[in-house]
């Protein structure tokens, strides 16, 4: 057996393959392409449901128990800062005041004899002229003691939004009002409007006179904090359309409560706001004269016999006149709140018949039952008296029934 001389010799005696080396795998990631990969799924989260993840379910809570992991290790946070878009790691400074940037200047770049000179307003009206500014409140953070309670009330607003109790619309389209005790969310931030204290003030204008209503309010945010901002700038926030602002809709339960708290609670100061009415059809129209049981329950804010005098040229009436079997009086009625609570008691037994106009157009009305006389009767004394709350229309056997809520 020859001796090796060379390292080639060597290798190219390699039978079994022994010193073939593989090539490293160059898709194995570090330890910070893993944490930052990990951060990424918050990011995500964040993007997709606009609020950071919360202990609602195991995959939700596995991403809130990482996140706390993370902002409590500053090696981590560090490695992480360029990817932290949205300051989940609460790593972004906020300069709060003027005075801070001052108190700032390291390198003596603000120190000036001028400095002040940055705060004499030149070639601008004076405040008498221009009239008061808009108060522009700056949040404050609250004490956990405080918001504790708040924090409860906005999970349980989250929770019946991902419910399907209630819903956001856009401020703006629902007729931008404020009102103490709503809901609404700014700039993806859910709020509430607590308090709102109005009050009423003449300006003058260069169109003329006006009314304007201001004052001060009380908002708590979902991120801990308040505001005393001005009734007219929250209003004006909600509305820009940089905002995006949205009014978190009422639960049917709050929205009943609301219908009924005040209804025919009649005092020296109260006006008769309409009529609750039942009619019968009278079309001649096989569809729908066939249907025994056909009643319309409707409001009106006018007298009813003015209301309907025209009823064979509107669809709500079916393209017919109707005859008149009852009216109520009401006091405090909100008619849109009325509409929603008698189509939800009577949704099983709503009409389900198109009709056409003279121009061939296809109308699905509303309003139109099909129940028993009795039954109408019966549904309409109880909203006047506000115990419809407690009962259930049994569509089968015809008959209400005591709800066990």
Known sequence: MSKKKTLEDIFNDDEFGILDSKPKNSNVKSEDERLIESFQEINAFFEKNDREPEATNVSEFKLLSRLKALRNDAKKIEVLKPYDTHNLLNTKEEVKSVEDILKDDDLGILDTEETLSIFELKNVPSSTERGETDFVAQRTAMKDKEFLPYEAMFKEIHKELRQGKRNLKSYAKAGSNLEAGSYYVLNGVLLFLEEANIESENVTLPSGNRVRKDGRTRIIFENGT????????????????????????HTIQEIEKELFDNINSVNEEDIQTGWIYVLRSKSTNPKIA????????????????????????????????????????????????????????????????????????????????????????????????????????????????????
């Open 226 to 249: 308040m505001s005393n901002m001005k009734y007219r700038s929250l209003d004006k926030a909600l509305l820009h359309k940089d905002n995006d602002g949205k009014i978190v809709s």
């Open 290 to 405: 066939s249907i025994e049981d056909l009643y319309k329950i409707g409001f009106s804010s006018v007298d009813v016999n003015e209301r309907i005098k025209n009823a064979s040229k509107e669809s709500t009436y079916l393209y017919a006149d109707v005859h008149l079997l009852d009216k109520y009086a009401c006091y405090n009625m909100d008619a849109q709140k009325f509409e929603h609570l008698i189509h939800r008691f009577f949704a099983d037994v709503c009409l389900n018949v198109d009709v056409f106009d003279d121009k061939g157009k296809r109308i699905t009305p509303r309003e139109w039952f099909v129940a028993p006389r009795p039954i109408i009767d019966k549904v309409v004394t109880l909203i006047l008296s506000g115990k419809i709350v407690d009962y259930k229309y049994d569509s089968i056997n015809q008959v209400l029934l005591k709800s066990n809520g």
